[in-house]
Every structure is written in structure tokens, then in C-alpha cells.
């Protein structure tokens, strides 16, 4: 038929408000529909954020609109340059706040591969983080999608301004 789509921005904890409601309020009956981030299931079971109170195994997922590998990177600035110079010091790291890959994937780092990655929370979105990597306010930034990272500042891939430290994802991207 014709259905009439309304559209409903729940901004607020990394998706976790809109999460909760589609799980625990929102009608079961096909009417709603959501996109969350990647980061929330892995929140939720990594117990990171005690606002999460929907249990993500009662949703009907149906896909994932992007295949691109996060990176991990510092500034050009930074004595850290590889995960291994990231397990001897201290390395700040920028993020957004809860639910967000941004703090969880530092935090997985820190506690499965002894990273020593301090978050900074509070940025408002990725670019607000990479513009505090550029000012000296953070180190780095701990989960950038490959994709976005060479559409929106090729630059700093193509002038060596961030040493990537690594990649997650299902298969390596080829350019790295």
C-alpha cells in the first residue's frame, strides 16, 4: 500500500532513549521501526551502561547499513603510534558518551588487550572528537568507520597527520 512513514529523532544517550522505548514502550506490533548503533548490543553485554534497560535479544533485526572497519587512531603528535606504545602509556581518547562505540571499544581494549586508553566523554559527535585530536584537547579517537574517516578528511590519511594503530571488522580494508 501506502504507508505514511513518520520520522522521530530521540536524541540523548548514544541511542539508548530511543532503544529503550522501541523495546519497552513502542507497540509490538510491526508499526515501529528503529536504527541504533552498532555499539548498544556490545554495551549491553558488557554491562557499560546501567540506563540500558531493553533486552536487545527481543528485537527483530533485520540488517546492518554499513560494512566499513572502525579504526582506531592518534594524532601525528602523539608518542603513541602503535597498540603496543598504547599498553605502556597513558593515550587519551576522545568519545562521545554512553552507548557509543566511541567509549565501549577503548574500554574492550583497555580490559582484553591492556591498552592503557584514557576516555574523554562528552563530544557531541565524531567530528567534534577529531577536532579536539587537532587542537591537543585528546590524543585520538578510538573508533572511526574507515569510510567516513577518507570521504570526510582524506587529508589526514594522505598526509600522514594520524598513525592508525588498528582496524576492526569482518575483512581488512584494502587501502590499509
Known sequence: GQPT????NMAGGGGVIAA?????????????????SEALPMDQAL???????????????????GDSNLLTYTWHTSPT???ED????????GATGAGSVTTWLPIVYNNVLGTKFKLIQGYKSGSAVKLA???????????NPWSALVSASPDLVRDKRISILTQVGIKKEKEL
Open 133 to 143: 585530536m587537532e587542537r591537543g584537547e585528546v590524543e585520538g579517537y578510538a573508533a
Open 86 to 93: 598504547a599498553k605502556k602509556r597513558e593515550t587519551t581518547i
Open 47 to 65: 554491562d557499560l551502561t546501567p540506563s540500558l534497560k531493553v533486552d536487545f535479544k527481543t528485537f527483530g533485526w533485520i540488517g546492518n547499513l
Open 20 to 36: 529503550n522505548y522501541v523495546g519497552i514502550i513502542a507497540p509490538k506490533d510491526g508499526t515501529i521501526l528503529t536504527m541504533i
Open 81 to 83: 603510534r602503535t597498540m
Open 5 to 8: 512513514m513518520l520520522p522521530q
